[in-house]
Structures are given as structure tokens and as C-alpha cells.
């Protein structure tokens, strides 16, 4: 017997206070986190880890299964763990042209859905995801190498916050204008010109997402739920080597829209094999009208270039740089700067690549440290923070690619290496490839030293760039985000003349700025609902996480209007605009 519209869940009505407090958090940018990023089971309960882990070990080398899911045969993406082991799961196989008819078969009935239903939807979809966490956390951990307690809060509840801050700003922009509106123009002579409008928010198409093999949630969530709450089927094509995080959650991202009375192919697995170009086929089909990426500035920039029929939100790559001044906290400096190069070992579009430090040297509170001995310093921060076996492995985590090592292997030369990389031993598992930290001592008076740091360096590579002073440094950084982009920047300084100085080179560079970190906040983590996250003010990205711009070109508001008869002219006693 099937269940008729009013059996169906309430999703708006279950999450609409939620839905209400993430728009006031987003406009209050305070600190707000509707899911927990602590995996205690005092939180989460004493059965979600083990539970967790066996239903990612049940997966492995077995066929992933998507109810209903378009397409015939499966596709096996090869994904290994950067652990040592391969996962060996196969994905339903659909082609293209057979996603695109999914998808437009699917899209009317969830175009004619409201902006409440299709946030609700959203929100229960991100409700199921936090509580399949730790299943996603193992899956995140074993196909982008991220330290365990990493995956869990990144790919968990930090991606998950992220995705209900693109729910709540596409929520809100679809309901900055009523549905109907009585339109009266007074006239001289005779009856008021009257009119009865409506205004309709309509997805733009099909949303194509592409996703990166080191942040798949967290990267991945904003465009996913952007996409859907303004309207529009979502095709998820995840890099080969992390299909499953993604793979997870369109299959409860389904579940959801089925129990709520929709296709649940508004949603698909675009699962690609080896030597397939699965993105750059749907990229530049008529029907696919945005398209979300994270990766290589190279594919980005065919994107943008090859999409003509698409909105292309991309966000690429960078030369993220720090300008070094003065600091009163020289060695809460430096361990922050050590933790940022190791995090997830450099494999973060946000790592620090170059520190501009002039040549005579950094002020501190110890006295001036020239560029050279603050290289040295760093070097030791280094040693120190990853000395411990453990925490070295819960700190950098594992190699994603074969490529990384490549970058690290012609890094080895270049300059004066000041603290050169070495391989470490992962303490739980033999098969991962653990690289410290390769750091070296640039100077700008070398005719070879800007070839080298303008070319991007993703891994944990970093130079120490001697200039001829703080201004010399300001000057670099903004001609070199300038042309070259960046997603974030910080500057360390005591005065408020250079300060301000730096704020103003970033916003002429049109990047984030981070002032003056030494605590527990880094300059490549950003808090959701709080923080932005890229900015298409430069070369690096051609979108910001989250804003309204980010929204608004996923759909268009259309309007109708007739004439509304002299004698109904007169909105009866009570009557309102209404709202979607």
C-alpha cells in the first residue's frame, strides 16, 4: 500500500528551528556548531565507534549498493587506502547521457517543491549524516590519509556544518521576496491599476559536483546542499580515490528524498574508472547548468574556460603566504607555524607555502632572528612537535598520492633545505608513507628564487623567503597572490602601522587575512558560520565558502502577473503577502 503525501514526514517541521538558528548564525559569524566535532562516546554514545568501524570494514571488496540507482554494471575506482591496503568496492556504473536523463526525469517535481520543503529535506538528510559519522570518518580516513580524529571532525560534523550553512544561506535567499504580492498603481481618472504577482525561486538545471580525493565532505557539502535546497538535481562525481565518503552519502541522501516523496535520483553517483573523463563530459553538457569543483588549478581553469553553458564555482590552488614582522610571542609563533606545515602533512589548499621574512630579520621579544636562523628555529619546532611517534602520526597522517612524494623528491634541491624531509613510520600501519616537513632558505636576491616560489608546492613544502624588509614583503605578497591567488594569508606584527598595512595589501591581493595566530586557531582551518573560505577576489578560487553569491546563481526568481478585476480589487480583511 503506498503512503500518501500526508503520511509522508514533516522534514521542514521537525528541523525548522534549526534551519531559523543556522540563518541567524551565519549573520551573527559567532561561534555556532549544530553537530558535535568530539568523538566521545560520552557524545555520540558508547556503540557509534565500534558500530562505525564494522560497517566500513563490511564494505570492503564488496559491491556498494544504491537502491534504485540508475545505469547497468559497476565501475571499480581502484580507491587504496594511504594505510596499505586497497578497499576493493565496486559503484553502480551510469553513463553521462544516462545520469543527465536521471536527473531531468527527477527535476520537476523537485523544482515544484517549496524553499521549506527542500531545506527540510536538506536538514534531515545532514541529521543522517551525523549520525553515520564515524562509518564516514573511516571512510574519509582511509581514502585521503587524514589523521583518524581529523576525518572524523573534518569529513564529519565540520562538513556537515559547512553543508547546513549553504542550506541556511539558500534557504534564506529564496525567501527574501514574498510568493504573491498585490501591485495597485493609483490612477487620475477611473478605476486603480491592480495586479496579482507571483514570485517563484527555479533551479537553473542540473548541478554537477566534482569532488577532491583530500577533502570530499568538507569540500563537497557546501555545493551539494547550495544545489539542492535552490532546486536542483545533483550529479556527485568524486575523485576515484575517495568514492566512498561520497558514495555514503548520496546513498542516504536517497533514502532521505524517497521518504519524503521524491525521485531520489534529484540525487546520483557518477562513480568514474580508471582513464574515464566522466567530469569533463558532464561539464559541458547543455543540461548541466552549475558546476562545483575542488582541485588542480589545470582542471579548474578548463572549467571555467569550457562550461560556457554552466555557473562554475571552482575552488583551486594557491601561494598561500605569511609576511613575518615582529612578533611578542615568538615561540607560541613558532609552534603554531609547525602545526600548520604538519597538519594532514601539507595536503591542505590551505597550508602555509611561502614565509616572507626580510633578510636582517624577524623582531621578537628574544631579540631579532635574520630570515636564516628563524628557517632554523622552525626547523626545531618541527622536531619538536613530531619527536613523538604518535603524535606525529595523529598529526600528519598519511601520503594521499604518489604525486606528493614526486613534489617532495624536486623540492630536495631547491634552495638551502633547512629542514629536509624525512620518512617516519607509522606506529599502527607498516603500508603508509608518513614525510615530515621539507622547509627551505630562499632569497630574493637570487635571480632563480621567484621561478621556484610562484610555482605552487601542494605537500608539506614550504620556503623561508628572505626579503629586504617588511615592505619589500608586503610588496611580494601582494604582487604574488595577486597573479597567482591564494586562499588565505596571515601576517605577524606588533605595530599597528604594519597591520594595517598588510590589511590593506590583502584586500588589493583579495585574500583572507590572519593576524597574529600563536594559540589553538591555524591559519589553514576555518570555523563554519564564522569564517570564509576562499574568495573569488583572486586567481586561487572563483568562490567563496559560504555566501550569497555562492546561492544565487543556482537559480532565478520568476514571476507571474494578471490582472485582478475592479470588484476583488480589495485584498479581503487579514489578507497578507505570504512567503515560500
Not at 542 to 555: C, E, K, P, Q, V
Request: proline share 6%; aromatic share 8%; hydrophobic share 40%.
Amino acid at each position: 500500500m503506498s503512503e500518501t503525501p500526508s503520511q509522508r514526514p514533516d522534514f521542514f517541521a521537525r528541523h525548522q528551528n534549526l534551519l531559523e538558528r543556522a540563518v541567524v548564525a551565519a549573520s551573527e559569524r559567532d561561534h555556532w556548531s549544530a553537530y558535535a566535532e568530539s568523538p566521545s562516546p560520552k557524545v555520540y554514545g558508547a556503540e557509534a565507534a565500534p558500530a562505525g568501524e564494522a560497517a566500513f570494514r563490511a564494505r570492503l571488496d564488496a559491491a556498494f549498493e544504491i537502491p534504485g540507482h540508475p545505469g547497468n554494471g559497476t565501475v571499480s575506482p581502484q580507491e587504496r587506502s594511504p594505510y596499505g591496503f586497497d578497499l576493493g568496492i565496486d559503484y553502480p556504473r551510469v553513463t553521462p547521457e544516462e545520469a543527465v536523463a536521471a536527473a531531468k526525469a527527477a527535476a520537476p517535481a523537485w523544482r515544484a517543491a517549496t524553499a521549506d520543503q527542500r531545506a527540510g529535506v536538506a536538514a534531515e538528510i545532514l541529521a543522517r549524516l551525523n549520525a553515520a559519522s564515524f562509518e564516514i570518518a573511516h571512510a574519509v580516513h582511509h581514502t585521503t590519509g587524514q589523521p583518524f580524529v581529523m576525518a572524523f571532525q573534518a569529513g564529519g560534523p565540520h562538513a556537515q556544518d559547512r553543508g547546513l550553512e549553504a542550506v541556511a544561506y539558500a534557504w534564506a535567499e529564496q525567501k527574501k521576496l514574498p510568493t504573491t504580492a498585490r501591485w495597485t498603481k493609483p490612477q487620475r481618472k477611473g478605476d486603480d491599476l491592480v495586479m496579482e504577482k507571483t514570485f517563484t525561486p527555479v533551479g537553473r538545471g542540473i548541478n554537477l559536483l566534482v569532488a577532491c580525493n583530500t577533502f570530499p565532505t568538507w569540500n563537497g557539502y557546501p555545493g551539494l546542499f547550495a544545489g539542492l535546497v535552490t532546486g536542483n538535481p545533483v550529479v556527485v562525481k568524486p575523485h576515484p580515490g575517495a568514492v566512498l565518503p561520497l558514495a555514503l552519502t548520496v546513498r542516504i541522501a536517497r533514502e532521505v528524498l524517497a521518504e519524503a516523496g521524491f525521485d531520489p535520483d534529484v540525487v546520483l553517483l557518477a562513480a568514474e574508472g580508471t582513464g574515464e573523463r566522466t567530469a569533463a563530459e558532464l561539464a559541458v553538457h547543455s543540461a548541466v547548468r552549475v558546476v562545483d569543483f575542488t582541485g588542480s588549478k589545470e582542471f579548474g581553469n578548463w572549467l571555467e574556460d569550457n562550461a560556457r553553458q554552466a555557473v562554475v564555482y571552482t575552488e583551486k590552488a594557491g601561494l598561500n603566504t605569511f609576511v613575518l614582522d615582529s612578533t611578542d610571542d615568538y615561540k607560541g609563533l613558532l609552534r603554531n607555524l609547525a602545526f600548520s606545515l604538519s597538519l594532514y602533512s601539507g595536503q591542505m589548499c590551505t597550508t602555509p607555502q611561502n614565509l616572507l621574512v626580510p633578510r636582517d630579520g624577524l623582531r621578537t621579544e628574544q631579540g631579532p632572528r635574520t630570515a636564516a636562523e628563524f628557517a632554523e628555529d622552525l626547523g626545531l619546532a618541527l622536531d619538536k612537535l613530531l619527536g613523538d611517534p604518535q603524535r606525529a602520526a595523529g598529526t600528519l597522517g598519511a601520503i594521499v598520492s604518489a604525486s606528493v612524494n614526486e613534489r617532495l623528491d624536486a623540492a630536495a634541491g631547491l634552495g638551502k633545505p633547512v629542514h629536509p624531509t624525512q620518512a617516519l613510520e607509522h606506529p599502527d600501519y607498516e603500508g603508509a608513507t608518513l614525510r615530515t616537513p621539507h622547509v627551505a632558505l630562499l632569497d630574493t636576491a637570487d635571480a632563480d628564487s621567484r621561478e621556484i616560489f610562484t610555482r605552487e608546492w601542494f605537500g608539506p613544502i614550504s620556503f623561508v623567503i628572505a626579503t629586504d624588509s617588511t615592505e619589500h614583503s608586503l610588496r611580494l605578497f601582494t604582487e604574488t597572490v595577486g597573479e597567482h591567488g591564494a586562499l588565505t594569508s596571515t601576517v605577524h606584527a606588533t605595530g599597528e602601522d604594519t597591520l594595517a598595512a598588510a590589511r590593506l595589501a590583502a584586500l588589493e591581493a583579495g585574500v583572507h587575512l590572519s593576524e597574529n595566530l600563536t594559540g589553538a586557531v591555524f591559519s589553514n582551518q576555518t570555523a563554519a558560520f564564522s569564517d570564509f573560505h576562499g574568495s573569488a577576489a583572486n586567481a586561487a578560487a572563483s568562490a567563496t565558502l559560504t555566501d550569497s553569491a555562492f546561492i544565487t546563481g543556482r537559480f532565478d526568481t520568476l514571476q507571474s502577473r494578471r490582472h485582478v478585476p475592479a470588484d476583488a480589487a480589495e485584498p479581503a480583511a487579514g489578507e497578507e503577502n505570504s512567503r515560500a
